[in-house]
């Protein structure tokens, strides 16, 4: 990294088309703020209490069936409504505007066993659950009146996660979500200004750097991208220009299974914890367009920022300004490579 990048700067964000501010210098700053309870790993494989372990009975009365494998089921509370009625005509236009928004919210369960995550899940699992995300994108974006797939997991209690079982949810929505919406927008208009894949020419860049990249396999590149927002901040990336989970063949979906397996395995080692993050698949909408634009990506968001009880707040100037980071994405890179692609025993 060149000496004008150790002082305060700010890198722009192409996916995004906005900026972060970068201040390596303050990483020796003293910390005295909050300090969080470390949430460790779980040895527990069956909670008759939790309510999405094999044949226990979930909230509401509905019977969590003694699944063996992947387990998807509509939520039971739902932030999204498939028959969900219009607001009244009196906000249908002004500053006091609402619309309609349907949808459908699925949970998806990873494994049977409690005690997991992706990190400790063998191969094999984790391409079913890789298979379950591609026929639950399949099914939901086949019904006409939703136009976006959202696949996101949340991982640990520092990240909102109301159930440690492992699980991720899917919710489909009938407009196109802000964050994927501002992605679409600036594909495209990278492809019209350069009639090449913004995404495919940032893997190339990123690949022959190196100072940013995790870890890769045949099928994707992981980095810290030039652009990171949060200390440890990821973006899994398919080399080949794939739109969605639908343009996976059997080796792309192997792959993806151990990118998220090499990953998340690293994150755990990194402060020896149960890392805690928000990982979401963008890919393309499915509103009957081909979005050739569109390449299939992933976002890890982990909170943690000095050790697995110090997290990274966004305040201040960051909700007033801009967001702002300490850590370059280069030296948390190398962070990350230099820890342990292998799973510690739980001690």
């Known amino acids: 990294m060149s000496d004008s990048l150790q002082f305060p700067h700010r890198r722009y964000n192409p996916l995004q088309r906005r900026w972060v501010l970068v201040s390596p210098h303050r990483t020796q700053r003293p910390w005295q703020g909050e300090v969080n309870r470390s949430t460790g790993f779980s040895d527990v494989h069956y909670d008759p209490t939790c309510y999405l372990c094999p044949g226990n009975t979930r909230a509401g009365g509905h019977h969590t069936p003694r699944y063996e494998s992947v387990y998807v089921f509509d939520n039971d509370y739902a932030a999204l409504l498939p028959d969900a009625p219009a607001p009244d005509a009196a906000h249908a236009q002004g500053l006091l505007r609402a619309e309609r928004e349907r949808g459908r919210c699925r949970v998806l369960c990873f494994h049977p066993d409690h005690s997991l995550t992706l990190a400790r899940m063998e191969l094999p699992d984790i391409r079913k659950v890789v298979d379950a995300w591609t026929e639950e994108y399949r099914n939901l974006g086949a019904e006409p009146d939703f136009r976006y797939v959202q696949i996101f997991e949340n991982r640990g209690a520092m990240m909102g996660a109301s159930n440690p079982h492992p699980h991720g ?95 998340t395995t690293r994150y755990d080692n990194l402060f020896e914890t149960s890392f805690p993050y928000t990982m979401g698949f963008h890919q393309a909408p499915t509103d009957g367009e081909e979005h050739e634009e569109w390449h299939f990506h992933a976002h890890f968001y982990p909170p943690l920022l000095r050790s697995a009880t110090v997290r990274k707040y966004m305040v201040g100037f960051e909700m007033l300004g801009m967001p702002q980071r300490d850590i370059t994405p280069e030296s948390a890179a190398e962070r990350l490579r230099a820890v342990s692609p292998m799973h510690f025993a739980l001690r």
């Not at 190196?210 to 045949?218: D, K, T």
């Open 169 to 263: 949810q899917i919710w489909t929505t009938e407009h196109i979500p802000d964050e994927p919406r501002a992605e679409t927008e600036a594909l495209l208009a990278y492809r019209s200004a350069h009639g090449q894949c913004l995404l495919c020419e940032y893997l190339g860049v990123e690949a022959g750097a190196a100072v940013r990249v995790v870890c890769e396999n045949q099928g994707f590149l992981a980095v810290v991208p030039w652009w990171a927002v949060w200390p440890f901040e990821t973006v899994v990336m398919a080399r080949a220009h794939r739109r969605s989970l639908l343009d996976f063949d059997n080796a792309d979906r192997d792959a993806l299974a151990d990118i998220l397996k090499q990953l």
